[in-house]
């Protein structure tokens, strides 16, 4: 069974870089059989897709990547296959960005398996 | 992509059924059949609950089940027990002026009365 770990800072200074890793065990990150995936919720509030990353050795492990298109412009998905991981990069971030941050497998447009989550709160 | 309509709350006696609907659009909920639901007990992560509109992960009793029709699913819990108490969120794959994703509805509380 694939297991998830998200781990970063717990606190992040407005208009900085938020930064998560997210460590795959349980299964190849690569195997091309799943999307990696990152959704946030805000303290009391639903939850947001805020995009995944695909990469498998068929495609010569050229990640493919979607993202949130209200956060395009602030958002970095990347994958380091050697390590098992994903990772997440949000810049300028506002307090509005403070959440818990979940990463996921995508699976038959489904999430499937889910990290325990990491709550993130911006402030100074 | 803009989120999926739930009503923000549902409730039913023990035994009863509770029925909650997730409305979208034809770019989302209406034009594909990936629609899964969570179960999100407080303080814990989301639990898949349907994928596929209505097909049950391993595990997940057959008291849970999905549908759809047009650009509406709807997830309905049978049988309701004491443990189904819980917020409840639909996801639907999206597709909209270039972009692909997904979008989550609004979430809608059940409570056990």
């Known amino acids: 069974q694939v297991q998830l770990q998200e781990s970063g800072p717990g606190l992040v200074q407005p208009s900085q870089t938020l930064s998560l890793t997210c460590t795959v065990s349980?299964?190849?990150?690569?195997?091309?059989?799943?999307?990696w995936t990152w959704i946030r919720q805000p303290a009391g509030k639903g939850l947001e897709w805020i995009g995944r990353?695909?990469?498998?050795?068929?495609?010569?492990?050229?990640?493919?990547?979607n993202y949130n298109p209200s956060l395009k412009s602030r958002l970095t998905i990347s994958v380091d296959t050697s390590k098992s991981q994903f990772s997440l990069k949000l810049s300028s971030v506002t307090a509005a960005d403070t959440a818990v941050y979940y990463c996921?497998?995508?699976?038959?447009?489904?999430?499937?398996?889910w990290g325990q989550g990491t709550m993130v709160t911006v402030s100074s | 992509q803009s989120a999926l309509t739930q009503p923000p709350s549902a409730s039913g006696s023990p035994g009863q059924s509770v029925t909650i609907s997730c409305t979208g659009t034809s770019s989302d909920v209406g034009g594909y059949n990936y629609v899964s639901w969570y179960q999100q007990h407080p303080g814990k992560a989301p639990k898949l609950m349907i994928y596929?509109?209505?097909k049950r992960p391993s595990g997940v009793p057959d008291r849970f089940s999905g549908s759809k029709s047009g650009n509406t699913a709807s997830l309905t819990v049978s049988g309701l027990q004491a443990e189904d108490e819980a917020d409840y969120y639909c996801s639907s794959y999206a597709v909209s002026s270039n972009n692909v994703g997904y979008v989550f509805g609004t979430g809608t509380k059940v409570t056990v009365l």
């Open positions: 596929e509109v209505s």
């Open positions: 349980g299964g190849s990150i690569s195997s091309g059989t799943y999307y």
């Open positions: 990353i695909y990469a498998s050795e068929s495609t010569n492990y050229n990640p493919s990547t």
């Open positions: 996921v497998n995508n699976w038959k447009g489904a999430f499937d398996f």
